[in-house]
């Protein structure tokens, strides 16, 4: 078959010239299958747009509803943790006879409360109510219901309202002041007797404002609504607090929904249940997402065409030019064929044919020596290949685990592990924000700090550290990692936690228009071969020099000779690091010379 079909593809070429059949054959391989092709897939890609942009939005809408439910959820677990503390029910359910027991109660509630309330963000105002008339409030945590006026109304009437109210936890917008949330919460015990109750002042923007304001790039609406199926939250902030009836999703039947459909008037609609019987609802219109895509296939279906036509009309002038200088050089080849090799092809052109011609007249003139050239020579070709690997940590997963076990340390009391988890948190804060490498010196040293409150957790009261810090300098602009590593090497080479006294002196100050770091300490000091290695830029035993080198390296990538290190230091006696830059009140550029 494909014989045959090759001789009858030869037969009817047969009387074709060479710009014939490259023509020919030009419009059967690429012209026509390239403009049918082009329309197919302009065609599917339009029938494909619809589907996929349905995915794409249903994911967005999946996202949004897990971010918007895992903060309800935090909201509510700190309400209901102190709504349902076992030891605050009992303090708020006795009756005291003095003061001092009084005060206790004060104190538990600061020391239980005070953190747990500033734990999230949004948080404008978190109070504990309560009704026992042997208690006073300290009108910090804990307060009495009187006459005074909240967000939306007075304290009586709020504490009234939620003691009546038939749910333990409730979340109310204030009315005429759109950009307040109100989560309440009974404090009762698990026999139904209620004690008290939580008021947590919200502010709408910090907790839902970012994930409902201008959603699907301005072409669609979010509504946020609670177990009543009242507005909690939406992309217009009017209808907060309406009923659905009174929005435009009243002509929906809305229901228990929970999945996505497309209404008669071209909009995508979707409905996903959260937590605690509310659920997010989000409305898309598509007319402009369509007439968008039919546009953008049909302009990348025209500009197909057009340079095919164009590629059609240059390789017609092209081939104007090639067949005649190949006819002309056939000619000459017969004669070489015939034995004549003093035939010569004049160019004029820098074309291939061109330097064929002159290969040719070269070849003519010198066969034999052309010859044993051309077999012996080889294409060399190099090859460069750069691979890096890079560990990729994900920053959030660390934060959040520490997070988590920053919130189980809170949870059980644990000071010294909320402390430490703390200054690892600021630690790796800074040391994977790989944005920049150019950081403000209070950051900077905001990190050294956390380095230094670790090690001080694990030699407890051995190394005293003194800070020699001038404020103005803390607001310009230093490249990062320059200090912690120096620091670093006074507790791993210095071993400064094995000298009595040890102490370690950090100094940041402005000299002229330089800004000078000084790392001092008494530890064991460098011995002189290892210190004359460091300052050569070598290796130095035991990986020692290696932070000092790539810190002089990356001064020099950015300041030139204008970024020194110096290093100071006698055997026995500790060491001084020194560190020079130019004051950068913007952020510094890669250095240039010139």
Not at 163 to 185: C, H, M, N, Y
Not at 351 to 373: C, I, K, P, T, W
Request: overall charge negative.
């Amino acid at each position: 078959m494909r014989r045959w079909l090759e001789r009858q593809i030869l037969r009817m070429t047969r009387t074709m010239n060479l710009r014939r059949k490259i023509v020919a054959f030009y419009g059967l391989v690429v012209f026509i299958p390239t403009v049918i092709l082009g329309i197919g897939a302009g065609y599917l890609a339009m029938q494909n747009v619809r589907s996929n942009y349905m995915l794409t939005i249903n994911e967005a809408v999946r996202q949004t509803a897990q971010s918007i439910d895992f903060r309800k959820q935090s909201y509510d677990l700190l309400v209901n943790r102190t709504g349902t503390d076992g030891e605050l029910i009992s303090r708020l359910s006795r009756t005291y006879e003095s003061w001092e027991e009084q005060l206790a109660s004060v104190n538990y509630v600061d020391r239980s409360f005070q953190v747990m309330s500033r734990y999230l963000t949004g948080i404008e105002n978190f109070r504990i109510y309560h009704h026992n008339p042997t208690l006073v409030e300290d009108g910090g945590l804990l307060w009495k219901p009187g006459n005074r006026t909240l967000p939306g109304g007075d304290e009586e009437t709020w504490y009234t309202n939620v003691l009546a109210s038939p749910f333990a936890l409730q979340w109310t917008d204030v009315t005429g002041e759109q950009a307040k949330l109100i989560v309440s919460r009974k404090i009762m015990n698990t026999g139904g007797d209620v004690f008290g109750a939580v008021y947590m002042l919200l502010d709408y923007g910090s907790v839902f404002g970012e994930l409902m304001d201008h959603p699907f790039s301005g072409e669609g609406s979010l509504f946020l609504l609670d177990e009543h199926d009242h507005v909690v939250a939406a992309s217009d902030r009017s209808v907060i607090g309406q009923p659905v009836a009174a929005t435009i999703l009243s002509r929906l039947n809305i229901g228990n929904a929970n999945g996505d459909s497309v209404t008669g008037d071209g909009e995508y609609f979707a409905v996903r249940q959260l937590s605690g019987g509310w659920k997010i609802a989000a409305l898309v219109q598509m007319r402009k997402m369509e007439q968008q895509s039919a546009t953008t296939v049909y302009s990348i279906v025209a500009i197909t065409v057009f340079f095919l036509f164009l590629s059609m009309f240059l390789v017609m002038i092209v081939l104007k030019n090639v067949v005649l200088r190949i006819r002309k050089l056939g000619n000459r080849m017969s004669d070489v064929a015939e034995g004549d090799f003093n035939v010569m092809v004049k160019s004029r052109s820098r074309d291939e044919v061109g330097d064929l011609e002159e290969m040719f007249s070269e070849m003519a003139g010198r066969l034999g020596s052309l010859v044993d050239m051309l077999s012996s020579a080889k294409l060399k070709e190099k090859e460069s290949s750069f691979q890096a690997l890079q560990a990729q940590i994900n920053p959030h997963f660390i934060y959040n685990s520490l997070s988590l076990l920053q919130w189980r340390a809170l949870d059980q009391g644990d000071a010294v592990q909320v402390e430490a988890i703390e200054a690892l948190t600021t630690f790796y804060r800074l040391a994977l924000d790989n944005k920049s490498n150019v950081t403000l010196i209070r950051s900077e040293i905001e990190h050294v700090r956390a380095y230094l409150d670790i090690q001080q957790m694990r030699y407890p009261e051995r190394v005293r550290v003194v800070w020699e810090l001038e404020e103005p300098v803390m607001e310009l602009y230093a490249i990062k990692m320059i200090l912690q590593p120096i620091v670093e090497n006074v507790y791993i080479h210095g071993r400064i936690y094995t000298v009595p006294e040890a102490c370690i002196s950090i100094s940041v100050r402005r000299a002229g228009g330089m800004i000078r770091f000084a790392v001092k300490d008494n530890g064991t000091g460098i011995d002189a071969d290892t210190l004359a290695l460091i300052r050569k830029g070598e290796k130095a035993g035991k990986g020692n020099g290696y932070g000092l080198m790539n810190i002089q390296e990356r001064l020099t990538l950015y300041f030139g000779d204008a970024g020194r290190l110096r290093i100071d230091s006698e055997p026995g006696q500790g060491a001084c690091v020194t560190i020079e830059l130019p004051a950068c009140t913007d952020k510094p550029e890669l250095y240039r010379e010139g």
